[in-house]
């Protein structure tokens, strides 16, 4: 459910910073950012979060506050990323809050656990309009037979191969290897700026688990709510 988490993390705070919109359900005054592209069964785990809210409330209630508005059109004009997305792209939008190169690929890394639907990479695995060059031909193979080139655009692949449901550095050793599933993931390694990067974090699992967690503080940072500008919110998904 990790990388679930930072998705929700990550799709929350670039569209009008770290306020859990994305958390909101429609409602007669709410159009859901949920069911937006780069969101609508991409993004899980929302369960987790209504559990763990949960619990703080039992604990401290009345304190964590939420946004009262979601913003379906700033998540659909750009805030969000592509899993096309080219490294200057992606270096832009993380530039544009606050997060460095290093952070993006930092971040990145929580795909070494993880699924992505077939519609996502289908295009990359069979080679339409992608490099052939840029992809390891039995990855791609293997990824074929779960996600039929005519049929199975929701079924699921892992996006890390070898150690889907472990927290550790193999996504960057995949990326070497030319395995990344999504576009976005293997442009992290395709002789920019940003492959010395992940060289040392497939040599360095330290270096990259404390790189992680500094850049998912910075992250929670992004244009919280403060004083006033919130509302406390028993339950996630729904207003008071």
Same mark, same amino acid.
């Given at each position: 459910? #990790? #990388?679930?988490?930072?998705?929700? +993390?990550? +799709?929350?705070?670039?569209?009008?910073?770290?306020?859990? /919109?994305?958390? !909101?359900?429609?409602?007669? %005054?709410?159009? /859901?950012? @949920?069911?937006?592209?780069?969101?609508? *069964?991409?993004?899980? *785990?929302?369960?987790?979060? $209504?559990? #763990?809210?949960?619990?703080? $409330?039992?604990?401290?209630? *009345?304190?964590? %506050?939420? %946004?009262?508005?979601a913003s379906l059109l700033l998540a659909k004009t750009g805030a969000l990323q592509s899993f096309k997305a080219s490294?200057? /792209?992606?270096? %832009?939008?993380?530039?544009?809050?606050? !997060?460095? #190169?290093?952070?993006?690929?930092?971040?990145?890394?929580a795909h070494t656990i993880g699924q992505a639907q077939c519609f996502l990479? &289908?295009?990359?695995?069979y080679n339409n309009g992608s490099d052939i060059e840029d992809i390891d031909a039995g990855?791609?193979?293997?990824?074929?037979? *779960? &996600?039929p080139i005519n049929d199975g655009n929701e079924n699921l692949a892992p996006l890390d191969l070898v150690t889907p449901n472990s927290f550790d550095?193999?996504?960057?050793?995949?990326?070497?290897?030319? @395995?990344?599933?999504?576009?976005?993931?293997q442009v992290l390694f395709s002789g920019g700026s940003t492959d010395s990067i992940v060289r040392e974090y497939s040599n360095n699992p330290s270096k990259f688990k404390s790189d992680f967690a500094a850049a998912m503080v910075k992250m929670s940072e992004i244009r919280p709510l403060t004083g006033q500008e919130g509302v406390i919110r028993r339950i996630c998904g729904a207003l008071p």
């Amino acid at each position: 459910m #990790a #990388a679930s988490i930072l998705r929700l +993390h990550v +799709h929350d705070c670039f569209v009008q910073g770290c306020d859990a /919109s994305i958390l !909101l359900d429609d409602s007669p %005054s709410i159009i /859901s950012e @949920k069911n937006v592209l780069p969101n609508k *069964g991409s993004v899980r *785990g929302y369960e987790v979060i $209504e559990a #763990a809210k949960y619990e703080v $409330e039992k604990l401290c209630p *009345g304190v964590v %506050s939420y %946004s009262t508005s979601a913003s379906l059109l700033l998540a659909k004009t750009g805030a969000l990323q592509s899993f096309k997305a080219s490294l200057d /792209s992606l270096i %832009s939008t993380f530039g544009d809050n606050g !997060l460095s #190169a290093r952070d993006m690929v930092a971040l990145s890394g929580a795909h070494t656990i993880g699924q992505a639907q077939c519609f996502l990479f &289908c295009d990359r695995i069979y080679n339409n309009g992608s490099d052939i060059e840029d992809i390891d031909a039995g990855f791609a193979s293997t990824r074929r037979r *779960g &996600c039929p080139i005519n049929d199975g655009n929701e079924n699921l692949a892992p996006l890390d191969l070898v150690t889907p449901n472990s927290f550790d550095y193999n996504y960057f050793k995949n990326l070497i290897q030319k @395995k990344g599933l999504l576009e976005s993931d293997q442009v992290l390694f395709s002789g920019g700026s940003t492959d010395s990067i992940v060289r040392e974090y497939s040599n360095n699992p330290s270096k990259f688990k404390s790189d992680f967690a500094a850049a998912m503080v910075k992250m929670s940072e992004i244009r919280p709510l403060t004083g006033q500008e919130g509302v406390i919110r028993r339950i996630c998904g729904a207003l008071p």
